[in-house]
Nanobody, 123 residues
């Protein structure tokens, strides 16, 4: 089992920044690929970013490329999502997820999920 707890969400004005954190506990964190997903009201959960076991691969959704950065600190069992130049369309509940070994971009490929953290961007 892997337990995931997100934090760092909040209300920010357009153009602002937030950094989300996802702390993991349980099984060996460094053996898991990690992802960030988001879900806006009335919409399906969508891929945001992912990071491989070794941190060498970090795919992003086109909508966030160049604005968001995913990273991991295995010593702290934590991944981060630095979000810059936030826009109202980034408003959503953000979830982190974990899966053993390789990255996937599809939400249904992830085994473990956090409870989510709300990000609201005002115009």
């Amino acid at each position: 089992q892997v337990q995931l707890v997100e934090s760092g969400g909040g209300l920010v004005q357009a153009g602002g920044s937030l950094r989300l954190s996802c702390a993991a506990s349980g099984r060996i964190f460094r053996n898991y690929a990690m992802g960030w997903f988001r879900q806006a009201p009335g919409k399906e959960r969508e891929f945001v970013a992912a990071i491989s076991v070794d941190g060498g691969s970090t795919p992003y959704a086109d909508s966030v490329k160049g604005r968001f950065t995913i990273s991991r600190d295995d010593a702290k069992n934590t991944i981060y999502l630095q979000m810059n130049s936030l826009q109202p369309e980034d408003t959503a509940v953000y979830y982190c997820a974990a899966r053993p070994l390789g990255i996937l971009l599809a939400a249904n490929g992830y085994t473990y999920w956090g409870q989510g953290t709300q990000v609201t961007v005002s115009s």
